[in-house]
């Protein structure tokens, strides 16, 4: 019996919709060729939460040609008040269903529902709202060396875009990458995750309740070997933009080749917090809880190393031990006050739990978890207690590895020098945060660090008008603000003869 395109679903919390399990195509759901599906997994639980149909080949091709054609027929000749006004109205429905969706992205990913999910959809909110402000001020420029000429530029949308997100913030993710390519003036067939594909698509269907004409936007289930190798690969895609891990990201730059994509990649991590023996310790041991447990830490910008200057090194674990201990709280996804979930799939679970295996092999001391957490409800779930690992050294697996989950590696040091060398020694370099009341060192560290982005005196703040995005093997290129817009349009050059003589 094949799968229907929508069945009815009640969550856990009482709230009732429908669920779309098609490929969104021009507006509508249809079934992929194959008829192929792929299942949904419950974090907490371990049972399916429900299948979608699962893109391929095919099925990509299908996409881009909607896309393509609503590129050329409609999209590129909307005007940036329309492209703002549409976005907007994208962004009015999702706010009036905060709570509903908030729900459907905490079952779906592990995000606990309120004190996690439904921020995402705040946040994704804000990242349509204001690119919807930006989609009617792209702006060229007139270039004046030549009286004879007229020089100008226009920034034109490169067309069709391939977007590829990851499982960590299904919605939030889809936003950044969508809000500017449809700013502008791109149309985009965009990939969700194999994990957590089921809230996008419920998505999927606002662009066309908000008037988004048919083919603008596509969302795309499928596995990554099939369906995200198609739309990277394909001739006419113009631009792919990736979230995801680094191997994937070096497997994406490759295939993009083909066609000489434009490409940006938002790659792995492994941020230091350097803890210097000026800093307030109390504020530090709250940032580099929110650094490293919000979203089960499984956050590419997370600040999982953890360096401590030695004179205040116990005292600095005692009060992050505790800290943690009161105010990160673990529990199912619909339990109001759990703050911890479970982690999104039994795969990642499993990684985890090898990790710190690895750690505790490699001699480090567990300061606290160092295990699954498998109490009361939690007892079929992905649940992994927040692990705090001390004693770290430089050349641990878990000091250099990306880990993705709740667990932290603690070390020490002695001066600024040798915590810099520290610091940029992994093949990472997206975040890096750094703990003092010194001004002028802040600002050298920040200089040194090799990082996109540098927090000093917090930890993983982020915000839609600022840049983000990583160096070395963290990534290529930036997401929001208008640096992340920017990504999104290409320059071309006009030359107008003024004197009409050679
Ligand atoms: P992943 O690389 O396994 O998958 C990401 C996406 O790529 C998925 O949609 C997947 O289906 C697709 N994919 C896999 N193989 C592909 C292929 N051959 N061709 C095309 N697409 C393919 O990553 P994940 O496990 O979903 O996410 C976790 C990783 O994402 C972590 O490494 C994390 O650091 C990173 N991440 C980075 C950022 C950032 O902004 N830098 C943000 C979130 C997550």
Redesign the pocket.
């Known amino acids: 019996m094949s799968l229907p395109l929508s069945y009815e679903v009640t969550l856990p919390d009482g709230q009732k919709f429908t669920q779309p399990s098609g490929l969104f195509i021009n507006n509508e759901f249809v079934k992929s060729k194959s008829g192929k599906t792929l299942d949904s997994i419950n974090p907490s639980t371990g049972e399916v939460n429900g299948s979608v149909y699962a893109a391929e080949e095919e099925d990509v091709d299908i996409a881009v040609a909607a896309g393509r054609k609503a590129f050329k027929t409609v999209w590129k000749k909307t005007t940036g008040v329309k492209r703002g006004q549409l976005l907007n109205k994208f962004a009015d429905i999702l706010e009036s269903r905060r709570d509903l969706i908030g729900a459907m992205e905490a079952w779906d990913s592990g995000k606990t529902k309120a004190q996690n999910a439904v921020f995402d959809i705040d946040e994704t909110v804000a990242v349509f709202r204001y690119y919807a402000g930006w989609a009617d001020k792209i702006q060229g420029r007139v270039i004046q060396n030549n009286p004879k000429t007229l020089a100008y530029t226009v920034h034109e949308p490169f067309g069709v875009c391939g977007q590829?997100?990851?499982?960590?913030?299904p919605i939030l993710?889809a936003s950044w990458k969508l809000a500017p390519a449809l700013a502008a003036g791109n149309v985009v067939v965009l990939?969700?995750?194999?994990?957590t594909p089921l809230s996008i698509l419920y998505l999927a269907q606002i662009f066309k309740e908000a008037g988004f004409p048919p083919g603008t936007v596509s969302i795309l289930s499928?596995?990554?070997?099939t369906?995200?190798?198609a739309?990277?690969s394909h001739l006419d895609v113009d631009k792919v933009a990736?979230?995801?891990?680094?191997?994937?990201?070096k497997?994406?730059q490759q295939?993009a080749s083909a066609n000489l994509k434009a490409v940006t990649l938002?790659?792995?991590?492994k941020s230091p917090l350097i803890i210097r023996a000026d800093a307030d310790l109390e504020q530090a041991a709250k940032w580099a809880a929110i650094g490293i447990m919000y979203n089960q830490g499984?956050?590419?910008?997370s600040t999982s190393r953890i360096y401590i200057h030695e004179s205040v090194y116990d005292k600095f674990l005692q009060l992050f031990a505790d800290h943690v201990t009161s105010d990160y709280k673990q529990g199912p996804m619909f339990n109001d006050d759990a703050v911890v979930g479970p982690q999104v799939s039994k795969q990642?679970f499993e990684k985890i739990l090898s990790y710190i295996d690895i750690g505790k092999s490699e001699g480090a001391r567990v300061v606290l978890g160092g295990e699954r957490n498998a109490e009361g409800e939690m007892a079929k779930g992905f649940f992994v207690k927040p692990t705090i690992f001390a004693d770290v050294t430089p050349k641990m697996r878990i000091v250099n590895e990306?880990i993705?989950g709740p667990v932290v590696a603690c070390g020490k040091f002695s001066t600024d020098e040798e915590v810099l060398e520290y610091a940029n020694q992994t093949q990472y370099g997206?975040g890096a945060s750094i703990f003092t009341k010194d001004i002028t060192v802040a600002h050298e560290m920040a200089s040194e660090v090799e990082a996109g982005m540098v927090w000093i005196n917090s930890s993983n703040d982020s915000d839609h008008h600022v840049p983000?995005?990583?160096v070395k093997m963290?990534?290529v290129g930036r997401?929001l603000g208008e640096y992340g817009l920017s990504t999104y349009t290409q320059a071309k050059a006009v030359f107008v003869n003024l004197s009409n003589k050679l």
């Open positions: 590829i997100i990851p499982w960590n913030y993710m990939k969700s995750s194999e994990i499928g596995y990554g070997a369906c995200g190798k739309l990277t990736f979230t995801g891990s680094t191997a994937t990201g497997v994406i295939l938002e790659c792995g991590g499984q956050v590419c910008t990642q990306e993705f997206l983000f995005g990583g963290s990534g997401e």
